[in-house]
């Protein structure tokens, strides 16, 4: 791509692409190593899944604009010490018994894994796998144990004193007291231990430290023996793995600025950043995987696409955004919004297309033919779970034949909308009693739409409407719509009513005015 081009790209990924591409450039770099990290003391977040998707995105952002070759690695810290277990953890007392324990070597109580960590990090992966990324999973364990780090760990030993100068100002006065880069693995319990550490040899790797037991122990920095704390073990990872691009949450922006130093006493090496903001539940508080608050994947497609579900996620990475069940019929129409109308930009729109950017560049041909709030609405009015019926009304709203491979793709919306008006429209919907002044303007309007022709179009009936709101409520006529949606569904609005009466049909519209004052 030209520069006249590139420089017409807006859209964030490309954006971050563009920052890329100017630090590999001047770095004469052949490659790209994209990282995203996981910490697998509970099953996989999605807040996981969003860094992962995002970092994807700039992924293929920066194929379009460079031929450099690039990676995506998913980095587990399956070494770390489980510090507390996590609120929606099934078998809390058995886990508990293993705090400080590394993730890895704590057993999987379902016996299906060979440990916690391999269970949570499969776990990571198949949702991974489903979603089609292309990455290589890299566990901290594997990597420790066979000396791949063996080298920077020396690193960090040779700059030991000049670690601690950086990192001590940061801590309270009791941790900088027992802090070490160096946290060793007991060679008594096998637990990740915070103590202090004396240096023998930085030639041959070698520190000692009091273990639990209050023996001075003699243990090498290398071979699985210790791990790094982890903002040293970031640090480290930059130069090790030879990452050229990492985002991260608002909250480590400190974390990442205190890794950056460290790095520099390393090899150097700092990936080019990106922090974005915070997922937020339904009470406006950040969503935790400790917790379990906020929104699963799996409670996500239970109502809502995947697509709606990765354009929620690529909208404004930089703004803290509520991420709950009403967001979903939202991201369901805005995920089609952009649908519809990339068909009809030009060549540099469609690469700034959120749409463009869920899809890597692969568009499907055809996506649902009805905004999912509208499908919502008359599954609402017509108060039933029948996927035939509600596909039957939604022919009729649409005018036009189906071909076999929309008609899917529309029974699959469908079964998202029921499932979503189950859960959280029908048990909220009260409708009320009319009264004696809306029972007579209905009964009026019963009578006008059995005087007029069976061949009746939406607006034909939005008139009819219209014409009695104007006649009672010349100065509200707002209060008339809503005392309708009320009577009629329960609800204080919904779809425009002429269109759901032509929907309806003339009889079956009748019979709901008529219900709704007998």
Same mark, same amino acid.
């Given at each position: 791509m030209d520069n006249k081009n590139l420089s017409k790209l807006t859209a964030w990924p490309f954006i971050e692409a563009k920052r890329i591409l100017k630090k590999l450039n001047k770095e004469s770099k052949s490659f790209l190593n994209l990282e995203t990290g996981?910490?697998? %003391?509970?099953?996989?977040?999605?807040?996981?899944? &969003?860094?992962?998707?995002?970092?994807?995105?700039?992924?293929?952002a920066f194929s379009q604009i460079s031929q450099i070759a690039t990676k995506l690695i998913t980095f587990s810290d399956d070494l770390d010490a489980l510090k507390k277990v996590p609120e929606d953890y099934s078998h809390p007392e058995k886990l508990k018994a293993y705090?400080?324990?590394?993730? %890895?070597?704590?057993?999987?109580?379902?016996?299906?894994?060979?440990?916690?960590?391999?269970?949570?990090?499969?776990?990571?992966?198949n949702f991974l796998d489903e979603y089609g990324f292309d990455y290589q999973f890299i566990s901290s364990t594997q990597q420790y144990k066979k000396g791949t780090f063996d080298k920077f760990l020396m690193r960090v030993l040779e700059n030991y004193e000049q670690i601690n100068e950086v990192v001590l100002p940061t801590l309270r006065k009791e941790r900088? *007291?027992?802090?070490?880069?160096?946290?060793?693995?007991?060679? $008594?319990? #096998?637990?990740?231990?915070?103590?202090?550490?004396?240096?023998?040899?930085? *030639?041959?790797?070698?520190?000692?430290?009091?273990?639990? @037991?209050?023996?001075?122990?003699?243990?090498? +920095?290398?071979?699985?023996?210790? /791990? !790094?704390?982890?903002?040293?073990?970031? &640090?480290m990872r930059w130069s090790a793995l030879d990452i050229g691009y990492e985002m991260n949450g608002k909250d480590l922006i400190p974390s990442f600025e205190l890794s950056k130093q460290i790095a520099k006493l390393i090899y150097g090496k700092v990936p080019v950043n990106m922090s974005y903001e915070l997922f937020l539940d339904d009470k406006g508080e950040k969503i935790s995987k400790s917790k379990g608050n906020g929104l699963s994947i799996e409670e996500w497609i239970r109502y809502g696409t995947r697509d709606? !579900?990765?354009?929620?996620?690529?909208?404004?990475?930089?703004? &803290?955004?509520?991420?709950?069940?009403?967001? +979903?019929?939202?991201?369901?129409?805005?995920?089609? @919004?952009?649908?519809?109308?990339? /068909?009809?930009?030009? %060549?540099?729109? $469609?690469?700034?297309?959120?749409?463009? =950017?869920? =899809?890597?560049?692969?568009?499907? *041909?055809? %996506?649902?033919?009805?905004?999912?709030?509208? !499908?919502?609405?008359?599954?609402?009015?017509?108060?039933?779970?029948?996927?035939?019926?509600?596909?039957?009304?939604? /022919?009729?709203?649409?005018?036009?034949?189906l071909d076999i491979e929309i008609e899917?793709?529309?029974?699959?919306?469908i079964k998202l909308a029921i499932y979503y008006f189950e859960d959280f429209i029908l048990p909220n919907l009260k409708k009320r009693k009319p009264n004696e002044i809306e029972k007579q303007l209905i009964s009026n309007l019963i009578i006008n739409i059995k005087k007029s022709p069976n061949n009746m179009q939406a607006e034909d009936y939005q008139?009819?409407?219209?014409?009695? #709101?104007?006649?009672?409520?010349?100065?509200?006529?707002?209060?008339?719509?809503?005392?309708?949606?009320?009577?009629?569904?329960?609800?204080?609005?919904?779809?425009?009513?002429g269109s759901l009466f032509f929907i309806f049909g003339k009889e079956r519209t009748i019979r709901l005015l008529e219900d709704s004052i007998s």
């Open positions: 996981y910490g697998p %003391s509970g099953v996989p977040h999605i807040g996981t899944f &969003a860094e992962v998707l995002r970092t994807n995105m700039v992924k293929n705090i400080n324990y590394p993730l %890895s070597s704590i057993p999987d109580f379902t016996g299906k894994f060979a440990s916690y960590a391999d269970k949570n990090n499969y776990l990571l992966k900088r *007291e027992s802090y070490s880069p160096f946290l060793p693995i007991s060679n $008594v319990s #096998g637990k990740v231990l915070q103590v202090p550490i004396k240096i023998i040899s930085k *030639e041959q790797g070698i520190i000692a430290y009091r273990n639990e @037991k209050n023996v001075m122990v003699e243990t090498l +920095i290398t071979k699985g023996c210790c /791990k !790094l704390q982890w903002k040293v073990d970031w &640090a709606s !579900l990765s354009i929620f996620m690529y909208q404004n990475p930089k703004r &803290a955004k509520r991420l709950y069940f009403d967001c +979903i019929p939202r991201s369901m129409d805005e995920y089609k @919004k952009y649908f519809d109308s990339i /068909k009809l930009e030009s %060549s540099n729109k $469609v690469l700034d297309n959120p749409v463009w =950017h869920v =899809h890597e560049g692969m568009l499907p *041909e055809k %996506s649902y033919p009805i905004d999912f709030t509208n !499908l919502l609405n008359l599954v609402t009015a017509l108060n039933t779970n029948d996927v035939e019926t509600i596909l039957s009304f939604v /022919k009729l709203y649409i005018k036009k034949d899917n793709k529309l029974l699959e919306i008139k009819i409407i219209y014409k009695f #709101g104007k006649e009672f409520y010349p100065d509200d006529l707002r209060s008339w719509f809503v005392s309708l949606y009320q009577i009629l569904f329960g609800s204080k609005n919904g779809p425009r009513l």
